[in-house]
């Protein structure tokens, strides 16, 4: 497995992880090649690929924006056979490293309400609440706003 920036060639395999991981909140591949190709400034993607037998395979990418001190996790998604893997993980511990890296010293995120698997992953990797956007996504679900510490030795794990 390999965690890298992704490049344009991976814009098809992020727009259809978006789909199946994402329904009617994934973004276009419009937007995700603006993203990938650099045309949207604070944006960076990573992709996680395996060995499929004939070559590497996309299976996983994350979304962050670092902007001075305050990064945000915008996506992150694994496809169905590869979940419940430490893919997850290993991309958020990416995003993570890229977010210090970048001067930010605590990172955000939004998740819907109604995932508890996601709510528990993230409380199980130093994420709290810190607020709600009601009818936040395009079916009126409510976002919950989570918040985890970038500095090491206040909390911060990893």
């Known amino acids: 497995m390999t965690i890298r920036p992704a490049t344009t060639d991976d814009v098809l395999a992020i727009a ?3 789909r199946d991981a994402l329904g009617d909140d994934a973004w276009s591949a419009a937007l995700v090649e603006e993203g990938v190709a650099g045309r949207l400034p604070t944006i960076s993607y990573l992709v996680t690929e395996v060995d ?14 670092v902007v001075a001190d305050i990064a945000e996790l915008q996506r992150i998604a694994v496809d169905s056979a590869h979940r419940r893997t430490g893919l997850a993980s290993r991309l958020l511990d990416a995003v993570v ?4 890296e970048g001067g930010a010293d605590r990172l955000l995120l939004e998740v819907r309400e109604d995932n508890a698997g996601a709510l528990a992953f993230y409380a199980a990797r130093g994420f709290v609440e810190v607020d709600r956007r009601r009818r936040y996504y395009r079916d009126g679900t409510t976002a919950v ?8 030795g206040c909390g911060a794990s990893g």
């Open 145 to 152: 706003v989570m918040r985890r510490s970038l500095v090491r």
């Open 52 to 65: 499929a037998g004939d070559g590497p395979s996309v299976v996983g990418h994350a979304v962050a924006s």
């Open 97 to 100: 490293g890229a977010a210090r």
């Open 16 to 18: 259809a992880l978006e």
